[in-house]
C-alpha cells in the first residue's frame, strides 16, 4: 500500500491584499474626516451638488460589474506609487494651511484612488480604472462657472428677445421688457444642470459604448447640451411670462418648468445616443490565477506588508505636520493684540460705532475699537486665530462676517430680496438696514462700508 502526496496549493492573495487595502483606506477616512466630513456638507447643502451623494454607491457597483475580470488577475503591490500618494498629500497638507477646501477635497479623492494600484497593482486599476475616475465627482466643484454662465444666459435671452421682436432694456444681469423687468441670478446660469448632466452622460458613455472616441464625443455632447438648453429655457420662461400676462412661469414655479425642460433634454440625448450603442464584450471566463500566481502567494505578501506600512507613513506624515505646527503654536503663546489710538489724517480712536463684529469661534485673542475724523467712522475688528484649537475653521461654512438669519424688516429700510428672471421684484435692494446689522441707519451704512472692505486672510487672523 502506498500514498501519494499532493502538493499543498497556497490560498488566493486577495484577501491578504484587500485586508491591506481596507487598513489604508480605514485610515484615510480615520485621520482625514474632517476633509470628508466638509465634502459631505457641501452635497447635503448644496443642491448643485446633490448628485454626488449617487457617486460612492455608483462606483462600487461598477467596480462589482469588473469582478469576472479582476478574479482572473493578481495583486501585486508597486511601491513606487507611494510617490504619488505623497505628492497628493503634500497638496492636502498645503490646501489645508490655506484654507482652500476644494484642493483638499480634490487632494483627499486622489489619494483614495491612489491607494488600489499603490496596494493591489496597475493591473488590477487598469480593470476599474473607470470606477476610480468616476469618484472625482464626488468632489464638489464647478461653482466658479456661475458667473460666466449667467452672462452667456443673459447675452443669449436678450438677443433671442430682440430676434422675436420684444423690445429690451438691459442693465448688466438685469433687463426690462415691455411687461415687466426680469434678472438672471445663481439658479439661472445652469451650474446645476452642466454638472448633473456631464456627469450622467460620461456614465451613460461608459455603460453604452467601447471606443473610446465615442465615449469622449457624447461626453463633449454632455457639457454642450445642457448649456444650450439652459439658454432656451430662460428665453422661453420669459416668453411664457410677457404672453401670459404675468400669470405663468414668474416665481418659484419657473424652475420647476427648468428641471422638467432638463428632464425632457437629457432624454432625448440618451435616445439619440443609444442609436449608436456598442455590445459590451463578453467577460473572461478562466479558471482565476495559474499556480504560478497562486505559488507566488508569499512572495507577493512579503511585499505587501512594507508597501502598506509605507503607504500608512505616508498618510499619517501631513497630520503629523500639522501636530508640530500646533505645538510650537502653543508653546509661543497667544500674541497681545493693540491699535493705536491715533492715526495719521486726524483719526482717532473712540468706543465702536454699532454692535457689529464678525462671528468666529473662540479666537485666541481680539480687539476692537472705532477711528473718527471729519471724514466719519469707521469700525476695526482685529482677531487672531491659530492654528491650535482647530483654526482652520476660520474660512469655512459657520465663519462669517455677520449673522445670516433672516431678520425682520425694519423700519426705514427694505431687506435684500433676490428671485431669478422673475417680473417686478416686491422690495429693491435698498440702502436699510442689512442682516446682522444694527437698525440705525447710519451705523448700517458705516457697517456695510466695513464689512465690504473686509476679507479673510489665510495667515490665522484679520
Known amino acids: 500500500m502506498s500514498a501519494v502526496l499532493t502538493p499543498t496549493v497556497r490560498t488566493s492573495p486577495w484577501r491578504p491584499a484587500l485586508l491591506a487595502l481596507g487598513a489604508v483606506l480605514l485610515v484615510l477616512g480615520g485621520l482625514y474626516a474632517d476633509t470628508v ?124 428677445l430682440r430676434w422675436s421682436g420684444v423690445p429690451v432694456y438691459r442693465e448688466g444681469l438685469k433687463f426690462v421688457i415691455p411687461s415687466g423687468s426680469w434678472s438672471v441670478v445663481e439658479a439661472c446660469s445652469g451650474v446645476r444642470y452642466l454638472i448633473a448632466s456631464f456627469m450622467v452622460g460620461t456614465l451613460f458613455a461608459y455603460l453604452n459604448y467601447q471606443s473610446w472616441k465615442r465615449r469622449a464625443l457624447f461626453m463633449l455632447v454632455s457639457i454642450l447640451v445642457p448649456i444650450v438648453a439652459n439658454w432656451l429655457r430662460a428665453y422661453m420662461i420669459v416668453m411664457l411670462g410677457h404672453h401670459s400676462g404675468n400669470t405663468i412661469a414668474v416665481g418659484a414655479d419657473h424652475l420647476v418648468y427648468g428641471w422638467v425642460f432638463f428632464g425632457i433634454v437629457i432624454m432625448i440625448m ?127 461654512f459657520g465663519q462669517h462676517l455677520a449673522a445670516r438669519r433672516r431678520p425682520r424688516p425694519q423700519p426705514g429700510g427694505e431687506r435684500h430680496h433676490f428671485r431669478c428672471a422673475r417680473r417686478r421684484p416686491r422690495r429693491r435692494l435698498a440702502n436699510g438696514p442689512h442682516p446682522g446689522y444694527p437698525a440705525s441707519q447710519g451705523a448700517a451704512r458705516a457697517v456695510d462700508g466695513v464689512a465690504q472692505l473686509l476679507g479673510r486672510w489665510p495667515l490665522g487672523g484679520w
Open 37 to 160: 466630513s466638509s465634502m459631505v456638507g457641501i452635497w447635503y447643502r448644496s443642491e448643485t451638488f446633490a448628485h454626488a451623494f449617487l457617486v460612492p454607491p455608483i462606483s462600487l457597483w461598477l467596480v462589482w460589474r469588473q469582478r469576472g475580470a479582476l478574479v482572473q488577475l493578481t495583486p501585486r503591490p508597486q511601491p513606487w506609487l507611494l510617490l504619488g500618494l505623497a505628492a497628493f498629500a503634500s497638496l492636502w497638507l498645503l490646501a489645508d494651511l490655506v484654507l482652500v477646501n476644494a484642493a483638499a477635497q480634490f487632494a483627499w479623492v486622489a489619494m483614495l484612488v491612489l491607494a488600489v494600484p499603490a496596494v493591489l497593482g496597475l493591473q488590477v486599476a487598469l480593470a476599474i480604472l473607470f470606477p476610480l475616475l468616476f469618484l472625482f465627482f464626488a468632489v464638489p466643484i464647478g461653482e466658479f462657472m456661475t458667473v460666466p454662465m449667467m452672462q452667456w444666459t443673459a447675452d443669449f435671452t436678450v438677443a433671442a
Open 270 to 396: 440618451f435616445l439619440i445616443g443609444a442609436r449608436w450603442s456598442e455590445p459590451e464584450p463578453a467577460p473572461p471566463v478562466g479558471p482565476g490565477p495559474g499556480a504560478a500566481a497562486r505559488n507566488s502567494h508569499g512572495a507577493i505578501e512579503a511585499r505587501l506588508l512594507p508597501v502598506t506600512l509605507a503607504a500608512l507613513f505616508v498618510l499619517v506624515l501631513p497630520h503629523a505636520a500639522l501636530w508640530g505646527l500646533q505645538t510650537l503654536e502653543q508653546g509661543a503663546g497667544a500674541p497681545r493684540l493693540s491699535l493705536p489710538t491715533a492715526l495719521a489724517g486726524g483719526w482717532r480712536s473712540t468706543p465702536p460705532v454699532s454692535r457689529f463684529e464678525p462671528i468666529f469661534n473662540s479666537p485666541a485673542a481680539k480687539v476692537r475699537t472705532a477711528y473718527t475724523s471729519a471724514a466719519g467712522a469707521v469700525g476695526v475688528y482685529l482677531a487672531y486665530l491659530p492654528r491650535a484649537e482647530r483654526w482652520r475653521q476660520a474660512g469655512q
